[in-house]
């Protein structure tokens, strides 16, 4: 059966989702600092698993929305390619709810910081999530230029949002992880990507689920 239009909506779902629930969630967990933890830790500690299922089911969303894509736009070049990248992303997003992230950063409170292979694992499809979801934010720019000129620029622009504040965000951790400078806003950069990437998604769909 083909996935009906309103499907396309599921991406602005997703976005809400997460940053509602993320961001009520880490407000209120003890010892849980959402400048510098980054989101994934929310599936860490007594509360993990509502971080988990906040993870999982935004991964649902973003794949109902990706199929949706592949079905509605086949016709476009532009269009196949952006439902890829959205189903990949979806798919990497499965994998951080799935796999455990390590302790980190002073979280959970008096846990020891830990580098494990299932660790690693988590951080890869953290940079495949990352990386699929910036080749989507420019991919669905390019879907709407033929009806919204400005979607293919706004699109990059997403793009490099995402790019600087994953990059940022990554070079910060990395020099909080090892004690160089402690306490950096890392989990807010990251939140910055996921934010702006999530909610061009999110819009996009929109825009498409109204469209003819």
């Not at 949002?161 to 990395?174: C, E, K, P, Q, R």
């Amino acid at each position: 059966m083909d996935p009906p239009r309103r499907w396309l909506a599921a991406g602005a779902v997703a976005a809400v989702q997460m940053i509602v629930v993320a961001g009520l969630d880490g407000a209120t967990r003890a010892g849980y600092d959402s400048s510098r933890n980054w989101v994934s830790q929310l599936s860490l500690g007594p509360g993990g698993p509502l971080g988990v299922a906040n993870l999982a089911l935004c991964a649902v969303w973003l794949l109902a929305f990706g199929l949706a894509l592949r079905h509605h736009l086949r016709l476009s070049r532009a269009g196949r390619w952006a439902a890829r990248s959205v189903l990949v992303a979806g798919t990497a997003m499965l994998v951080v709810a799935a796999v455990p992230i390590d302790p980190g950063l002073d979280y959970p409170p008096g846990v020891p910081a830990v580098h494990t292979v299932t660790g690693y694992l988590h951080q890869a499809g953290a940079l495949l999530l990352f990386v699929s979801g910036t080749a989507a934010a420019v991919l669905l720019g390019r879907c709407l230029s033929p009806r919204f000129p400005l979607a293919a620029p706004a699109g990059v622009a997403v793009a490099a949002v995402m790019v600087l504040a994953f990059v940022a965000a990554s070079v910060l951790v990395t020099l909080d992880i090892t004690g160089t400078v402690t306490g950096t806003p890392s989990g807010l950069l990251e939140r910055v990507a996921l934010g702006a990437g999530l909610c061009w998604i999110g819009g996009v769909g929109l825009l498409l689920s109204r469209a003819r």
